[in-house]
């Protein structure tokens, strides 16, 4: 059974850094491209970024290039989201997705973990 | 970026019903739209990929049509289960994903 389990959201002062983890279970994680996608309170989905299977390609929603950035370590099957300069409007619930190569479409996701930034 | 527009933001429809749900694009996206359901406090769950693909284990009352700039997510018989909200979500531009607003399908 697949399984993507987040963890490292918290509360955080504006301008604060935050990391996000990700473990996967159940697939072979190198075979899979990983995106996080994010839900601010009471809104809709937003995808946030994107990295290869092998991790050599990085990818990012505009709202958040240069100041996140996404990696993965195949060894131990886990995703990460690095969040720097953090503003308000980064408040919302960080989802992990498996994503199809060269698809674009999210097949499994884990369950979400919030992250608020407030003062 | 590309707008995807749903429509309408919410519903409201009995067990049994047909509902439909559309979504359109702001330019064409060929067949690149997948469809999702989120229950309250629940992460999304792919229903339809590539505009008409059914997900594996996804209920076949659930279908998915449309190309170019305009979709439609169609549940054939309203399940209690079925409550919840749908989002559209292009994949055409790559890296560039973006999602519609989200339609509330309701208890009537």
């Known amino acids: 059974e697949v399984q993507l389990v987040e963890s490292g959201g918290a509360l955080v002062q504006p301008g604060g850094s935050l990391r996000l983890s990700c473990a996967a279970s159940g697939f072979t994680f190198t075979d899979s491209a990983m995106s996080w996608v994010r839900q601010a309170p009471g809104k809709g989905l937003e995808w946030v970024s994107t990295?290869?299977?092998?991790?050599?390609?990085?990818y990012y929603a505009d709202s958040v290039k240069g100041r996140f950035t996404i990696s993965r370590d195949n060894s131990k099957n886990t995703l990460y989201l690095q969040m720097n300069s953090l503003r308000a409007e980064d408040t919302a619930v960080y989802y992990c997705?498996?994503?199809?190569?060269?698809?674009?479409?999210?097949?499994?996701w884990g369950q979400g973990t919030l992250v608020t930034v407030s003062s | 970026d590309i707008q995807m527009t749903q429509s309408p933001s919410s519903l409201s429809a009995s067990v049994g019903d047909r509902v439909t749900i559309t979504c359109r694009a702001s330019q064409s996206i060929i067949s690149y739209l997948n469809w999702y359901q989120q229950k309250p406090g629940k992460a999304p769950k792919l229903l339809i990929y590539?505009?008409?693909s059914l997900q594996s284990g996804v209920p076949s009352r659930f279908s998915g049509s449309g190309s170019g700039t305009d979709f439609t997510l169609t549940i054939s018989s309203l399940q209690p289960e079925d409550f919840a909200t749908y989002y559209c979500?292009?994949?055409?531009?790559?890296?560039?994903?973006?999602f519609g607003q989200g339609t509330k399908v309701v208890i009537k």
């Open positions: 979500q292009q994949s055409f531009s790559i890296h560039q994903w973006t």
């Open positions: 990295i290869s299977g092998s991790g050599g390609g990085t």
């Open positions: 997705a498996s994503t199809v190569a060269g698809t674009g479409y999210f097949d499994c």
């Open positions: 590539a505009a008409s």
